[in-house]
């Protein structure tokens, strides 16, 4: 079945253009005469099929995002972790939910969930419970081997990724991935990313980082894992869209707000 992945959000956790920043992928990022592929709002994206809308992640900039790309309902988020610019939009959530008597599912790994139930608590409390909170179902998913969830004819499989101390939650849909936040692939996750069509991969910018990859070393993940195209997110300002593009092969791009790409989502 065909399905359409959006890329909501493709910028780092302080966006480009960077609060304060003047340099050139800042000015270009808002300037008429730029390139509006540099301006990047927080992580994010969005997979639709028929008539259903799952959201990966929903950061600070989903208000936005969502009225960008004309979103009028969701009926699923599945959560990669607990960081600021990866949650902090749930609660944008709650006009699209309040039509979903039972309310929308929320799914994340146990120590999001827990940043979750935090951050939100006036939502998730059993007493006192904020009237108009979100009407949102958090299910926690186990951090065994082979977890998946199966969403309207779907299944997302979870696939461990390893960010800096954490291990935290990508996912794999039918043909393809997002792995977003990760330095490292553990080996066990590995077969688990055979045979992609397309492959989402955090290259955060050139120079080292104790938690995100670097453009050469996910270029490494993608010569290894050797999916059909890859498409590279959570960007910082270090990486100019039109030069970092020209000088990557031609199957790999740098992602950009709003980008769309097509894939089978019940390829096995
Ligand atoms: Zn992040
Ligand atoms: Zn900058
Ligand atoms: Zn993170």
Same mark, same amino acid.
């Given at each position: 079945m065909e399905a359409t992945l959006t890329f909501l959000g493709t910028g780092t956790s302080m966006g480009v253009p960077t609060l304060g920043c003047t340099c050139a992928v800042c000015a270009?990022?808002?300037?008429?005469?730029? =390139?509006a %592929?540099?301006?990047?709002?927080?992580?994010?994206?969005?997979?639709?099929?028929? =008539?259903?809308?799952?959201v990966i992640d929903t950061g600070p900039d989903f208000h936005a995002q969502a009225?960008?790309?004309?979103?009028?309902?969701?009926?699923?988020?599945?959560?990669?972790?607990?960081? @600021?610019?990866h949650i902090l939009g749930m609660d944008d959530l709650r006009p699209l939910t309040f039509r979903h008597p039972a309310g929308i599912?929320?799914?994340a790994d146990d120590s999001t969930a827990d940043t979750i139930e935090r951050i939100f608590d006036y939502t998730f409390?059993?007493? =006192? %419970?904020?009237?108009? $909170?979100?009407?949102?179902t958090l299910n926690r998913l186990s951090s065994g081997p082979g977890t998946e969830v199966s969403l309207f004819g779907a299944r997302f499989q979870r696939i461990p990724v390893t960010h800096g101390r954490q291990t935290i939650t990508g996912y794999?849909?039918?043909s393809a991935a997002y792995l977003t936040d990760l330095n490292e692939i553990p080996t066990e996750s590995l077969p688990l990313l055979a045979d992609l069509d397309v492959l989402v991969l955090? @290259?955060?910018? %050139?120079?080292?980082?104790?938690?995100? $990859?670097?453009? =050469?070393?996910?270029?490494?993940?993608?010569?290894?894992?050797?999916?059909r195209r890859a498409f590279f997110t959570h960007m910082s300002h270090d990486l100019e869209h039109a030069a970092i593009d020209a000088m990557l092969p031609p199957h790999i791009r740098l992602a950009y707000d709003g980008l769309q790409l097509t894939f089978d989502i019940t390829a096995p």
């Open positions: 270009s990022a808002v300037s008429p005469d730029g =390139d %592929r540099n301006r990047r709002t927080r992580p994010s994206a969005l997979i639709s099929w028929e =008539d259903h809308n799952v009225l960008r790309e004309n979103l009028r309902s969701v009926d699923a988020v599945l959560y990669t972790h607990g960081h @600021a610019d599912p929320l799914y409390r059993k007493q =006192d %419970r904020y009237a108009t $909170s979100a009407r949102v794999r849909f039918g955090d @290259a955060l910018r %050139r120079q080292p980082h104790p938690t995100h $990859s670097t453009l =050469d070393n996910s270029i490494k993940l993608v010569e290894q894992l050797k999916p």
